[in-house]
């Protein structure tokens, strides 16, 4: 029987991380997949981790010097043998359902390119759970990553992404090192004319970072990647990513203006206060703790700030 799947996971200096994803693909109830590992030039490998699980699945591992996840994950292509490639990231868990659910949605709507969403997990820090519902909210710069109605105009995503091999031989693979690489090809996959498409149930639980400071250098990259995609393809900055921008310039005029005793202020202050409170509630309705909840506040304020400014950042330089 032909290998239907190849999991490509680029990885830098997350070994622990690494293990609990390889972990998880043990638990898969669909076993026509392989498994390829592309060290990307880490000073704390995962050569260990991966010789861990040789007899539970069928994992390759290939070192290379540091060059971006981009670029890895190019490596990774060279050396699947999978009719379809799926694209994870090393900080994420997968359920045991994850690849019967590609699986039967490909064979009753077959589709070239697709992604999925992500979702936090009980056993991640009330912090980590906080920035997965910000991440995936509708209230926030997310709800398009993962969100039906979206589905339209639909980019992948690079920590759940998968393409047939047709694909990657048309186009290529990967263009950009990092800093929004997966939106880049994404295009280049819908120009190309090939079928893409939001697979709702095919999600991934996702750690993302551990700090807000952490958080906000990687939204901060979000935002300069997509400077980046609108140089290699004009008319791809739309007005809705100018949206985080607009709303941490807002956030700074309120303030100024309140502190200056402004009406205007005033009524901006009630606004972000409706804001909060509409985070906070929807953040407990998806999570059900009240500390998750609260903490999706500073999350949400760091994510649309970071995002802004490095959206900024790069545009004007």
């Known amino acids: 029987m032909s290998l239907q799947f190849s999991l490509i996971i680029p990885v830098y200096n ?5 293990e609990e994803l390889l972990q998880s693909l ?10 390829i590992v592309v060290e990307d030039g880490s000073q704390n490998t995962s050569e260990e981790v991966v010789s861990r699980y040789a007899d539970a ?33 090393s900080d994420c868990i997968a359920p045991p359902s994850y690849l019967a659910v590609i699986r039967d ?23 980590q759970q906080a920035m997965a519902y910000t991440m995936s909210a509708m ?8 969100n039906k109605r979206a589905s339209a105009n639909f980019q992948p995503r690079s920590f759940n992404m998968g393409v047939s091999r047709k694909v990657w031989e048309v186009t290529g693979g990967f263009q950009l090192d990092r800093f929004a690489e997966d939106i880049e090809w994404s295009i280049r996959i819908r120009k190309g004319g090939f079928r893409v498409g ?26 300069k ?3 980046l995609v609108g ?55 998806e999570t059900h703790s009240v500390r998750t909840a609260l903490l999706a506040v500073p999350c949400a304020f760091v994510q649309l700030g970071g995002y802004g400014l490095g959206f900024l950042s790069a545009y004007f330089r």
């Open 231 to 285: 140089k290699a393809h004009p008319h791809e900055v739309k007005l809705t990513h100018w949206l985080p921008a607009v709303f941490t310039l807002g956030v700074l005029t309120v303030l100024l203006l309140a502190v200056a005793g402004s009406v205007l202020g005033f009524l901006g202050l009630t606004g972000l206060t409706v804001y909060v409170l509409a985070l906070i509630a929807g953040a407990y309705q």
């Open 57 to 89: 699945l069928t994992i390759h591992y290939h070192q290379k010097p540091n060059s971006g996840p981009g670029p890895s994950r190019n490596v990774g292509f060279t050396l699947a043998r999978g009719a379809y490639f799926i694209i994870l990231d």
């Open 105 to 127: 949605h490909l064979a009753q709507d077959p589709l070239d390119a697709w992604g999925g969403p992500d979702k936090g997990h009980s056993s991640f820090t009330p912090l």
């Open 139 to 146: 209230l926030t710069t997310g709800g398009i990553r993962g």
């Open 225 to 227: 990647g997509r400077v």
């Open 26 to 35: 043990t638990r898969q109830t669909e076993r026509s997949f392989e498994v």
């Open 198 to 223: 939001l697979i709702e149930s095919a999600f991934v639980y996702h750690k993302r970072r551990t700090t807000l400071t952490a958080f906000f250098r990687q939204v901060w990259n979000f935002g």
């Open 14 to 18: 997350r070994p622990a991380e690494l």
